[in-house]
């Protein structure tokens, strides 16, 4: 009530009954409650664009505007009166007095399975639409499903660091009796619920980050590792659905049987077991129903925000987000097509036909298209399961060589790896002590180079070499700004000394490349993104045989099968045939350009013959760059001195014009001039304020 003192159901000057005022407080509250939540959602749906580039507060603007709204209705008040500055007050009040209440008594508790909900006809509908352009209608209702979202769970994670929570526990029983609610879980496990909710954009996010054992505590890790196999499926209407649209019929016609129920579910989609006509028993990966609307929707939301952040903060940009986040794009988009994935499993199951201990399953193209995927069924349990393991007297020690071998042949010598090796994606037959690759929708490319700046790093831990791992990391590295190299090879010689040199325990190699690469991105080094896929495959490897031989020495295995791999690759005969192509590419090359050089000599003999040689100088991206920023800081202190003059020429003009007979003691003149003044002298301080803190903040 103290809030909007003017605001009365009679004359805003008089003051009425405090029953009468009781009376309308309440209304307004109810009234409110009501706009919330029918008219609110449709205006932040309208609005949503803004949302991201205010970072929720554009929310509060919503709220006052629409408080502004009622409070015109029910109070009979004018906008040009001083209680608009009430009624703006008053709207940002109530919205946190709502959102405390809210919070303390749980009415906004996450619900377990509410992004079920997010299938809809209209979605479908959305993916109708033109996909040469972005799809504004769908980014808005993510936008609004992702904040509604992350303000519940995150006002579940406040309140639970608070004495509060003892009450809004009670209250949530109370509330929300026989219903799947967020209410005693841990931090952890609320943030996985929370992606889960979120969609499969956000599922993959969570996945790659429990990849990361160096980087989590256990509690973290424990929690996001259930994202890699704990995904609720979605129904079977839905995937007959697909199935029928994508392959002609219905699965019931095409295969000689099919399983209803699935048989597992993912983030981006989920099997079914199946028989083909011919009696090979196969699994069908149908992708998520219109999943191809909603990722790309959160992936220009994310790009938006991302934008927005390294506009404001230079320290942001500096990280260099944007980049990360399209390289992700990339990878998730791509793993929307399965006929990439298609191609991916038999170059892999080719590269890989040399190691009768490891298996790719065989796809079936002809029952396959970009969101069906039919494969070859295994039988297998998670490599990480030791318990299966030895039951079936399976030799730990062995499999861990096996897929270390797999994995080192596919990233250093064929250049062709899976990015995402995690024990979700990698089985092992009980029968056979086969190690099975599954999910080959993210893959690395290397380049030699590549490759051999990897060995390069390998071969610094190995030596306990720091100018060694300096090197590699500068040359798996583009800068983005000038880089202090002493400063950096002091930094990566600190963090050799604590994890290898001075360390009692084993050292690990995710906690070295994790240190070493966050180190050289605050340098200002931004790692190529295939060697950042190429490092977390081998770390994911590492913490897989970890899980399998805890007690062995990761550096010196990882060291002998490098150099095992080298002599099977680097022979004598290979070595010879090597270098017998690169002499015939040269050769080749010479005698193609021999005509341009002759050219080239008759060109630059008549330009020195007339006196004249014109010499072309090439500079790098970085120059460049420096030299536009100097022209445009030339550009822009030529602007304000220019202004800067003017306003002079102005206030001495008013000086002037103000002791000038003639105008009948009227001053008008003067204090237009000096209006001018003020507001281009204003305007200007404000331009200059805000470019500085865009800048440096």
């Known amino acids: 009530m103290w809030a909007l003192p003017c605001v009365r159901f009679t004359d805003p000057v008089t003051s009425g009954p405090l029953a009468q005022d009781i009376l309308y407080y309440l209304l307004m509250g109810l009234a409110f409650t ?16 803004l949302i991201v580039r205010t970072m929720g507060l554009f929310v509060i603007f919503v709220n006052a505007a629409l408080f502004s709204i009622l409070a015109y209705v029910l109070g009979g008040w004018h906008f040009s009166s001083p209680v608009v500055l009430w009624v703006i007050v008053a709207s940002m009040v109530l919205a946190i007095v709502i959102v405390v209440l809210e919070m303390i008594i749980g009415l906004n508790s996450p619900k377990v399975g509410a992004g079920k909900q997010t299938s809809k006809f209209y979605w479908r509908w959305l ?11 769908a980014e808005n209702l993510r936008i609004v499903y992702i904040y509604d979202t992350v303000q519940s769970y995150a006002a579940q994670i406040v309140i639970s660091m608070t004495p509060l929570v003892r009450f809004r526990r009670v209250m949530q029983r109370l509330i929300y009796r026989g219903k799947r609610v967020v209410i005693d879980e841990s ?3 609320t943030v996985r619920l929370m992606l889960q909710e979120l969609g499969p954009t956000y599922v993959k996010l969570g996945q790659m980050a429990s990849s990361r054992s160096g980087m989590l505590p256990d509690a973290w890790l424990e929690s996001l590792s259930k994202l890699q196999s704990a995904v609720d499926p979605f129904p079977y209407e839905e995937a007959r659905r697909i199935i029928t649209r994508e392959l002609g019929a219905p699965p019931e016609e095409i295969f000689a049987t099919f399983e209803t129920t699935p048989l597992a579910a993912a983030s981006m ?13 196969v699994v069908v990966k149908v992708q998520r129903p219109d999943i191809n609307v909603t990722v790309r929707a959160d992936l220009d939301v994310m790009r938006d925000g991302v934008r927005m952040l390294e506009a404001r903060a230079k ?5 260099d987000p944007g980049g990360l986040l399209d390289e992700f794009a990339r990878n998730v988009v791509g793993e929307l097509d399965y006929q990439n994935e298609l191609y991916n499993v038999r170059r892999l199951k080719h590269n890989m036909e040399v190691f009768p201990e490891i298996q790719v399953p065989q796809v079936y193209s002809e029952y396959s298209t970009s969101r069906v995927m039919t494969m070859e069924f295994v039988r297998g349990v998670k490599v990480t399961d030791v318990a299966a393991l030895d039951e079936a007297g399976i030799d730990r020690t062995e499999l861990s060589r096996a897929f270390m071998r797999a994995m080192f042949k596919q990233v250093l010598l064929d250049g062709f790896f899976h990015a995402d090796p995690h024990p979700g994606n990698v089985l092992v037959d009980l029968k056979t002590s086969r190690v099975i690759f599954l999910d080959m929708g993210m893959m690395g490319n290397l380049t030699k180079e590549q490759r051999l700046a990897v060995i390069s790093l390998i071969w610094s831990l190995k030596e306990r070499d720091p100018d060694t791992l300096a090197r590699a990391a500068l040359e798996m590295s583009t800068p983005s700004r000038e880089i202090d190299k002493a400063a950096f090879k002091r930094d990566v010689e600190q963090i050799m000394n604590r994890y290898l040199l001075y360390s009692d325990s084993e050292p690990s190699l995710d906690e070295v490349m994790g240190k070493t690469l ?7 080094l931004r790692v190529n993104h295939d060697l950042t896929l190429a490092v977390k495959s081998l770390v994911q490897c590492e913490g897989v045989i970890r899980v399998l031989s805890p007690n062995m020495p990761m550096l010196d295995m990882v060291f002998t099968e490098v150099q095992h791999l080298m002599k099977q690759r680097f022979t004598a005969d290979s070595i010879t045939d090597t270098l017998n192509k690169q002499a015939m590419g040269t050769a080749k090359d010479i005698l193609q350009h021999i005509p341009k050089l002759k050219d080239a000599t008759f060109k630059w003999l008549e330009q020195y013959e007339r006196g004249r040689l014109t010499v072309y100088v090439e500079t790098d991206d970085a120059t460049i760059q420096r030299l536009d920023c100097m022209e445009k800081g030339i550009n822009r202190s030529i602007n ?10 102005l206030i ?11 105008w009948s003691g009227w001053s008008g003149p003067s204090d237009i001039l000096f209006t001018i003044a003020g507001v281009i002298a204003g305007g200007l301080l404000i331009h200059m304020v805000w470019t500085r803190w865009r800048r440096y903040w």
């Open 187 to 189: 931090r952890p496990e």
């Open 34 to 49: 009501a706009i919330q939540t029918i008219i609110r959602p449709v205006l932040m749906l309208l609005t949503a664009n």
């Open 652 to 662: 001495i003009g008013a000086a002037i014009t103000a002791t000038v007979s003639g």
């Open 315 to 319: 320290w942001v940009r500096d990280l």
């Open 640 to 649: 304000r001195l220019t202004i800067g003059i003017v306003l002079v020429g």
């Open 518 to 524: 966050s180190m050289a991105q605050s340098h200002g």
């Open 269 to 281: 989609a989920q099997i079914h077991r199946a028989t083909l006509p011919g009696g090979e028993e």
């Open 127 to 137: 993916g109708l639409l033109p996909k040469n352009g972005r799809n504004r209608i």
